[in-house]
């Protein structure tokens, strides 16, 4: 190998050194199932922790069981205890471990190495010179596709952008590509995108259910009206209604019912039922007098009477109203219509959050065991984010339906300690603000009987 050669390749390998320095993260090459080399997008990133060390003491002779790390604060979790005390019992029998007790020993700085997934490119779709109109969006002429794709690493840059739409292929070599939508298709059409980056690799193949409608025929047809409907993840705009998007089937042409749909204002959610029910709990709890009624409004088996009900109307009224604000700000983040969302807690609960005498449900939704499993094991995203807070890390990398049934059982519990909002420090008795905040466990929890319902 002459000296130029040698120069050069030196030359070479010194500025991907200093690339690599600069950039800051380091991509490992790996060998896909078809023989391709490709890049993959993990960093290795070493990071320091607190470590804490633990001993699971046994309360009878104070005799140490085992010791237990946690790089977390607060007690170990009830799986990190199970777990190393079934490997410090005899043939990993737990019973002994009845009456034991924590004993805190030190805390010290550790460096852990951990993996990291670097975010992939993504491509965004919508439409172009369309308005929203009832559950679709109008567009006059014919219907084009926006593509918009992002590489998030620094340094890279789309490069191209790939669609196929009804047999046709579109390729644009920028991060932005334009595909116009011709032909009607009234029971809809799969679409295909994906993009390509500067970094080696192409991002995962998206899709689109999309629906065309010719609406109407105007003087020419390039000014022909039609309604356009798009069902995808990577959709831009305003999300699909009523669970639409999770079984992938298009709503209605003619609009949702009432009771399927969600509304802007928080006062159109208002409803003015005389609810006995919610009466009697806002009397007995101490929210509201039924003022001139005999025995405070109340029969003798506890249920309010007549004089009671008309007496808190107009509480009743506005405390059934009360979650309104809430319910929308859930169903943003929740495919599920806000009027369905409210109709369940008038159904379930008259919207009264407490406990009910000998009834083992809790909260607006009335939540009960077979619920909180539909949730964790229907909800993944739920379940991967609720999980950690209860168990460790690890645990939580099984699903919910590979776990052993008394962690599963523990995970149902803690979902039952959201949904109890019972406070006896509380006025009233009640944790009105968790109240609040559990609207959102019941979004997710119809969200799960979306899915169960759509099979997937």
Request: hydrophobic share 35%.
């Amino acid at each position: 190998m002459n000296q130029h050669s040698k120069r050069k390749r030196f030359a070479i390998g010194y500025l991907l050194l200093i690339l690599i320095l600069l950039i800051g993260w380091e991509s490992v090459w790996v060998v896909s199932a078809d023989g391709e080399e490709g890049p993959d997008r993990t960093i290795t990133k070493t990071i320091e922790v607190l470590e804490h060390t633990w001993w699971v003491v046994q309360w009878s002779d104070n005799e140490i069981l085992c010791e237990l790390n946690a790089d977390h604060e607060g007690l170990p979790t009830g799986s990190e205890i199970y777990y190393r005390c079934e490997e410090a019992s005899t043939g990993g029998d737990t019973s002994k471990c009845s009456g034991l007790y924590l004993y805190y020993i030190s805390s010290q700085p550790e460096e852990r190495e951990i993996q990291e997934e670097l975010p992939a490119p993504e491509v965004w779709i919508s439409l172009r010179d369309c308005r929203q109109f009832l559950y679709g969006y109008r567009c006059f002429g014919a219907p084009v596709m926006q593509l918009m794709a992002e590489e998030p690493l620094p340094f890279e840059h789309i490069t191209a952008i790939h669609a196929e739409v009804g047999g046709e292929e579109y390729s644009c070599e920028t991060d932005i590509c334009i595909v116009p939508l011709t032909e009607e298709y009234p029971e809809g059409t799969t679409i295909e995108f994906w993009a390509e980056s500067s970094f080696g690799e192409e991002s995962e193949t998206f899709t689109a259910l999309v629906r065309t409608i010719l609406i109407e025929q105007i003087e020419k047809p390039s000014e022909s009206s039609w309604q356009v409907d798009v069902l995808s993840t990577q959709w831009q705009d305003d999300p699909p209604q009523a669970c639409s998007l999770t079984w992938g089937a298009f709503l209605p042409v003619e609009g949702l019912p009432g009771w399927l749909q969600t509304p802007e204002d928080p006062a159109d959610l208002a409803s003015d039922e005389p609810y006995e029910l919610l009466a009697g709990r806002l009397i007995c709890w101490g929210f509201v007098e039924a003022k001139g009624c005999p025995f405070d409004g109340l029969l003798a088996n506890g249920m309010v009477s007549n004089c009671g009900v008309e007496a808190t109307r107009a509480f009743v009224d506005d405390w059934q109203d009360r979650f309104d604000a809430r319910i929308l700000e859930v169903v943003q983040n929740v495919d599920a219509p806000a009027n369905l969302i409210k109709n369940v807690f008038a159904q379930e609960s008259q919207f009264w959050p407490g406990e009910f005498p000998n009834v083992s449900e809790y909260g607006l939704g009335q939540l009960n065991a077979e619920g909180g499993d539909a949730l964790l094991l229907l909800n993944n995203p739920f379940y991967q984010e609720f999980c950690p807070l209860v168990l460790s890390e690890e645990t939580c990398e099984d699903p919910y339906h590979e776990l052993d049934e008394d962690l599963q059982e523990l995970l149902r519990g803690a979902l039952t300690i959201q949904a109890n909002v019972t406070c006896p420090e509380c006025p009233g008795g009640i944790d009105l603000t968790q109240a609040e905040l559990s609207v959102d466990l019941f979004g997710q929890i119809l969200r799960a009987n979306c899915v169960q319902v759509g099979g997937g």
